[in-house]
């Protein structure tokens, strides 16, 4: 089968190469999957330019990138119900602590890590269900139902936020959002009731008004670091911050005073180690908004094998409206 690896840390279009590598044949419990998409997440890109902190060299001798994905059970191990060759799958945690990910034209892993795609779900769709969808899924509903709540998505236009503003509407709460100003009409159509950009030097106080004084009660946050002093402003008493990036400032001072005497509690989201309760329920609730019609993406960037590089430039680059997919 052909692949795309890397060997060696470094920029996207000196590591990356395609190569022929044997075809993985499933284990015990295993299912092999066909790959049509493989999906391309920042952390993709962290890890392959050796941006991951504490990390001096490749965990592995060769790397097949990407944790998501979606394609075809092509065939299954010992343990693992034969029913299920021929099912669309989409795929989570395919590079995580392991060597091979979804970037090859198979992949064999565990048979929980392929999810049956509900029907009518595309398959562009289902390989971004993994990294961004759990991510938005769990910090949305992880606290609990949000119904009758204000809920507050940061980076709204982002590829978590964009779902997450989606599945907080959906989950019946009002819904506020920052973002860059060009993206803001996007984020409104996407369900949002009030957007403001995220550099608006009064965003403490629209976001406060748009409350009517109360506060939010879950915050959906991409930027704690950048974010911290306004959550200690625009929170309210006993509120929950769902917090998954702070990429521009990873060693963020906080507002303890107004944390404190709101009681706030700061929950930080790695959607990888989660545990396997949680990870259930927000697949359940995944697939249930979407049968429901409530999600919708933006249609993707698609790049073949041969442009993998320029996935991950793409990725790299930020800004982009959809997600960044590989096809096989």
């Known amino acids: ?15 990356l190469r395609i190569q022929e590598m044997e075809t993985p044949v499933p284990g015990i419990g295993e299912v092999a999957v066909r790959v049509a998409f493989s999906g391309v997440n920042p952390s993709d890109v962290k890890a392959r330019g050796g941006a991951r902190p504490g990390v001096t060299k490749p965990p592995f001798e060769v790397i097949v990138p990407h944790s998501d994905g979606a394609g075809v059970i092509a065939a ?18 395919g590079q995580w602590q392991r060597p091979f990910g979804t970037c090859a034209e198979v992949i064999c892993l565990p048979e929980a890590q392929a999810v049956a795609l509900p029907e009518g779900v595309s398959l562009e769709t289902g390989a971004v269900l993994g990294i961004p969808g759990l991510t938005a899924c769990h910090c949305v509903f992880g606290a ?20 997450a ?5 959906w989950g019946g709460a009002r819904v506020l ?14 369900g949002a009731d009030a957007v403001f950009a995220y550099d608006d030097p009064d965003l403490a106080q629209k976001i406060m008004a748009a409350t009517g004084g109360h506060g939010v009660d879950l915050g959906v946050e991409v930027e704690f670091g950048a974010n911290a002093g306004l959550l200690g402003e625009v929170m309210a008493p006993c509120g929950h911050v769902s917090i998954y990036g702070s990429a521009r400032d990873m060693a963020p001072t906080l507002p303890f005073g107004p944390m404190l005497f709101k009681a706030l509690t700061l929950d930080i989201v790695l959607i990888y180690i989660l545990p396997a309760p949680e990870r ?17 993406l933006p249609a993707p960037n698609v790049f073949d094998m041969q442009a993998a590089a320029q996935a991950h430039e793409m990725v790299e680059r930020g800004g982009r409206t959809g997600a960044v997919l590989v096809r096989m």
């Open 1 to 15: 089968m052909k692949a795309v690896t890397w060997r060696a840390f470094g920029a996207a279009r000196d590591v």
């Open 76 to 93: 299954v191990g010992a343990g693992v119900d034969p029913g299920r060759v021929g099912e669309r799958v989409w795929i989570w945690n």
């Open 144 to 163: 609990g139902e949000v119904a009758g709540k204000t809920v507050l998505v940061s980076g709204g236009a982002g590829s978590v936020g964009f779902l």
């Open 165 to 169: 503003v989606q599945l907080a509407k």
């Open 177 to 190: 959002a920052t973002c860059g100003a060009r993206d803001i009409a996007r984020v409104r159509d996407a």
């Open 280 to 296: 259930a329920a927000a697949i359940g609730r995944l697939h249930a908004a979407l049968r429901d019609g409530a999600l919708v």
